[in-house]
């Protein structure tokens, strides 16, 4: 991989590093805020079938955000690999070949290869 392609890969990781953050930041205000739905300043609704559908949308924004913050965690991991060893971004971490352009231009964190993905996904041994 060149220079100019790590280059695009760490701005496009640092772009998604941005919105993922920015997306964090919404949730931990729809967190924190302790209006409920029907505008009182209680967290909680008075009425059983709001109080189901409060509990739904905090569960469905918690999945959300937890799956926002793993994201997170692989945009950083694989901005420290780019930046700690450069040369190195870029190769599959399991047998070592090159990930191809294509795959990290659409996934700039994936530390794998194809085949190696395949594999750790189905299960096979290697």
Same mark, same amino acid.
């Given at each position: 991989?060149?220079?100019?392609?790590?280059?695009?890969? #760490?701005? $496009? +990781? %640092?772009?998604?590093?941005?919105?993922?953050?920015?997306? !964090?930041?919404?949730?931990?205000?729809? /967190?924190?805020?302790?209006?409920?739905?029907?505008?009182?300043?209680?967290?909680?609704?008075?009425?059983?079938?709001?109080?189901?559908?409060?509990?739904?949308?905090?569960?469905?924004?918690?999945?959300?955000?937890?799956? #926002?913050? $793993? +994201? %997170?965690?692989?945009?950083?991991?694989?901005?420290?690999? !780019?930046?700690?060893?450069?040369?190195? /971004?870029?190769?599959?971490?399991?047998?070592?070949?090159?990930?191809?352009?294509?795959?990290?231009?659409?996934?700039?964190?994936?530390?794998?290869?194809?085949?190696?993905?395949?594999?750790?996904?189905?299960?096979?041994?290697?």
């Amino acid at each position: 991989m060149n220079k100019k392609q790590r280059e695009h890969l #760490e701005k $496009r +990781l %640092l772009k998604e590093r941005s919105r993922v953050t920015k997306e !964090l930041g919404h949730y931990d205000e729809s /967190f924190s805020n302790e209006e409920g739905s029907n505008g009182e300043l209680s967290a909680y609704s008075f009425h059983m079938a709001d109080q189901g559908t409060d509990a739904m949308e905090r569960e469905k924004a918690f999945l959300f955000a937890s799956k #926002e913050g $793993r +994201l %997170l965690y692989h945009i950083d991991e694989a901005l420290r690999r !780019l930046y700690r060893t450069p040369t190195q /971004f870029g190769k599959c971490e399991e047998c070592g070949a090159a990930i191809s352009f294509e795959r990290l231009d659409a996934l700039p964190h994936a530390r794998l290869c194809i085949k190696c993905k395949e594999k750790e996904e189905t299960g096979a041994a290697g």
